[in-house]
């Protein structure tokens, strides 16, 4: 791996996530450990692993712990060697799913010069309507609209705290059918928040917004863009440009009610 670009990397996501956060908690060897509140997104990332990875996992816990709040721990796959994972597991570490990071060259992407799909499609700038853009978030990641709002709410507070994110939907016939968050910092780009309602799905509409905001991103001087993907939409994205960094293994820790 390119060292210099997983820096970046990891430089973006904790602008991000950072951002975003009523409370974080930096632990040993680069982990950092984020708390967004009930919005889903209470996450462990682990740069790199030592042998104190039992002692990163107890702090984190306890951090969690002190909001009753379950959480995920996100590691590349290249650490999860076999006294890891038998940590994870004496631990009650659940592996859910896995991620790949990823990164796209702008100074090598065309802009797109249109903001349309088609004539019954825009897209629209919605940071002072975040209550329309979290409308296909909820559906594309069947959540509800209460955590969806304590999520847009982390986000109206980053704003207002001059974090760089912008919010964008995209609009079929006046309804927000797909949405995007796309964060810049120091000249790199990350982007999250990638929604499409299911109806609505696999027709290009995310293609097409993500799309768009590399074109602005990269009209605004960023060389590079990231992006964490789900692994199923890895595709997807490299048809963009994107390439994989790294992958991760996701475990997460559920709350558990005394």
Same mark, same amino acid.
């Given at each position: 791996?390119?060292?210099?670009?997983?820096?970046?990397?990891?430089?973006?996501?904790?602008?991000?996530?950072?951002?975003?956060?009523?409370?974080?908690?930096?632990?040993?060897?680069?982990?950092?450990?984020?708390?967004?509140?009930? /919005? $889903?997104?209470?996450? =462990?990332?682990?740069?790199?692993?030592? *042998?104190?990875?039992?002692?990163? !996992?107890? %702090?984190?816990?306890?951090?969690?712990?002190?909001?009753?709040?379950?959480?995920?721990?996100?590691?590349?796959?290249?650490?999860?060697?076999?006294?890891?994972?038998?940590?994870?597991?004496?631990?009650?570490?659940?592996?859910?799913?896995?991620?790949?990071?990823?990164?796209?060259?702008?100074?090598?992407?065309?802009?797109?010069?249109?903001?349309?799909?088609?004539?019954?499609?825009?897209?629209?700038?919605?940071?002072?309507?975040?209550?329309?853009?979290?409308?296909?978030?909820?559906?594309?990641?069947?959540?509800?609209?209460?955590?969806?709002?304590?999520? /847009? $709410?982390?986000?109206? =507070?980053?704003?207002?705290?001059?974090? *760089?994110?912008?919010?964008?939907? !995209?609009? %079929?016939?006046?309804?927000?059918?797909?949405?995007?968050?796309?964060?810049?910092?120091?000249?790199?780009?990350?982007?999250?928040?990638?929604?499409?309602?299911?109806?609505?799905?696999?027709?290009?509409?995310?293609?097409?917004?993500?799309?768009?905001?590399?074109?602005?991103?990269?009209?605004?001087?960023?060389?590079?863009?990231?992006?964490?993907?789900?692994?199923?939409?890895?595709?997807?994205?490299?048809?963009?440009?994107?390439?994989?960094?790294?992958?991760?293994?996701?475990?997460?820790?559920?709350?558990?009610?005394?």
């Amino acid at each position: 791996m390119n060292a210099a670009l997983i820096n970046s990397y990891r430089e973006a996501e904790d602008y991000f996530f950072r951002g975003i956060s009523f409370k974080c908690l930096d632990l040993d060897c680069g982990a950092t450990a984020y708390m967004t509140g009930g /919005a $889903g997104l209470n996450l =462990i990332y682990i740069a790199r692993v030592t *042998n104190g990875i039992d002692k990163i !996992l107890i %702090k984190g816990k306890q951090f969690y712990d002190q909001d009753d709040l379950s959480f995920d721990v996100i590691i590349p796959q290249e650490w999860c060697d076999s006294q890891v994972v038998s940590i994870l597991n004496s631990m009650d570490y659940e592996q859910q799913e896995k991620s790949v990071s990823m990164i796209v060259n702008l100074d090598e992407f065309a802009i797109d010069r249109t903001s349309s799909f088609d004539s019954e499609t825009v897209i629209k700038a919605n940071d002072d309507k975040l209550s329309d853009w979290i409308v296909p978030l909820a559906g594309a990641f069947e959540s509800t609209f209460e955590t969806c709002s304590i999520y /847009a $709410g982390r986000h109206e =507070i980053a704003l207002k705290n001059n974090v *760089n994110l912008s919010h964008y939907s !995209l609009y %079929k016939q006046g309804k927000p059918i797909a949405s995007i968050t796309v964060s810049l910092n120091n000249g790199i780009a990350r982007v999250d928040d990638v929604g499409t309602l299911p109806e609505f799905q696999g027709k290009g509409y995310a293609t097409h917004l993500v799309h768009y905001v590399l074109s602005k991103a990269k009209t605004l001087g960023a060389k590079y863009s990231f992006l964490e993907s789900s692994s199923h939409g890895v595709g997807v994205y490299e048809k963009l440009g994107f390439e994989p960094l790294f992958e991760n293994n996701i475990y997460s820790k559920r709350f558990k009610e005394k």
